[in-house]
């Protein structure tokens, strides 16, 4: 056990935290480590719920405040708001001083973070890399940060395998699982009672979870996806509620957030929209959902755990790894009606209830996180060589 560690985590979004927020707490609790938190993004924004007051609710310390998003729609403002973040983290990390920070996924400004990181000569633990979603951006972010870190988490073998493939030391590669899934097998969840006063609404006994992102390397079509998709859902309002989740910060995610409200304006009565639910809340909806529509990695990764359907919609996950409880469709209304049409029928409901599979589960997926943050050796950081995989092309 390597005595006083300092391991900050950095988090920028809900969906980050709620996967995030089982490891800072064992960090947290943990005799030879010194916990430190960066929030920035979308939880500092009123915009998108204030959400930095979930971790503080936690029982969680804030250690550094990084404002950088700026209130622009568009890939331009995406990057300007890149460069804010770098500015901000330069001081944060700087005045900090971690031994090791901890970075979850492939958004934008986790680029910006493990930018800040590397320059700073401070070593990065990259979870769930490896992995591909053609549709967005975040793939080529994703695998930027990956030969940026020192140590490597990735949620299934085969995503080990690519992370090496990418020249990093088998050593230093781990097949933990995936952290979110991990998380749901301990959380103690809400009635459906529960959220539904916590929602101030009802949700009934059938009812769909819909979340839908930008697909930031489709830039032009998200007008016409939303449309085919409300159009679509429209069909299915006679006997089911939605609950819809708004999407993140990326480019037109406000135009989609926009249409997707305008679309609720008359239905109060059968659709719930929300700019969070938060990790308990929706881990509760999932339990009790028919079936999840959409394009967000959720769908893809925890709903399986939950015994339920997902409507994948459109490429931006194209590439990653899937069960048998997924059905993928083009975000167009007649291929998302025929989706529906599968996801919804009750051999289909049965057959995931009874023989679904999630491939990003793992045992311990926890456990062996802490462990190896917590023990192994980090070597000067300048001194990360890339390992060669010899092969004939």
């Not at 500092?44 to 930095?52: Q, V």
């Not at 901890?102 to 990065?124: H, K, Q, T």
């Not at 893809?300 to 069960?323: D, H, M």
Request: glycine fraction near 8%; hydrophobic fraction near 40%.
């Amino acid at each position: 056990m390597i005595s006083g560690r300092k391991i900050c985590i950095l988090t920028g979004t809900r969906a980050e935290y709620g996967i995030l927020s089982s490891l800072m707490k064992e960090l947290k609790n943990h005799p030879d480590v010194t916990l430190q938190i960066i929030a920035m993004n979308m939880h500092l924004s009123p915009e998108y719920g204030l959400t930095y007051k979930e971790i503080e609710a936690d029982g969680f310390v804030i250690d550094k405040k990084v404002e950088m998003l700026l209130s622009s729609d568009t890939a331009v403002g995406t990057v300007k708001s890149m460069g804010l973040a770098l500015i901000g983290l330069s001081d944060a990390l700087s005045e900090l001083s971690p031994d090791i920070v901890v970075i979850l996924g492939d958004r934008y400004e986790m680029l910006a973070a493990a930018s800040a990181a590397s320059i700073l000569g401070i070593p990065i633990a990259h979870l769930h890399g490896g992995e591909i979603t053609e549709g967005a951006y975040d793939d080529f972010i994703r695998h930027a940060i990956s030969k940026m870190a020192y140590l490597h988490f990735t949620s299934t073998e085969e995503y080990r395998k690519r992370v090496i493939q990418m020249g990093e030391s088998p050593e230093r590669v781990f097949y933990v699982g995936a952290l979110g899934v991990d998380n749901i097998k301990k959380e103690t969840l809400l009635s459906l009672s529960e959220l539904e006063e916590s929602l101030g609404r009802s949700l009934g006994d059938k009812f769909l979870i819909v979340t839908y992102h930008p697909v930031t390397m489709e830039a032009g079509n998200a007008s016409e996806q939303i449309a085919a998709m409300l159009s679509a859902l429209d069909t299915v309002l006679n006997n089911y509620k939605l609950l819809i989740t708004l999407p993140n910060s990326d480019a037109d995610g406000r135009l989609i957030a926009a249409a997707i409200k305008e679309w609720a304006t008359d239905k109060e009565d059968k659709v719930i929209v929300v700019q969070s639910l938060g990790r308990k809340r929706f881990y509760t909806a999932m339990k009790y959902s028919t079936a999840i529509i959409g394009n967000s990695s959720s769908g893809i990764i925890e709903a399986p755990t939950f015994g339920i359907p997902t409507l994948n919609v459109g490429n931006r996950q194209k590439g990653r790894a899937q069960g048998n409880t997924i059905i993928n469709c083009t975000p167009d209304r007649n291929s998302i009606l025929e989706g529906l049409g599968t996801v919804l029928s009750k051999d289909f409901i049965d057959f995931v209830g009874k023989q679904g599979n999630n491939p990003y589960y793992r045992p311990d997926t926890l456990r062996d996180i802490v462990n190896i943050l917590t023990t192994y050796k980090i070597e000067k950081y300048s001194s990360k060589s890339f390992f060669d995989i010899r092969f004939e092309i």
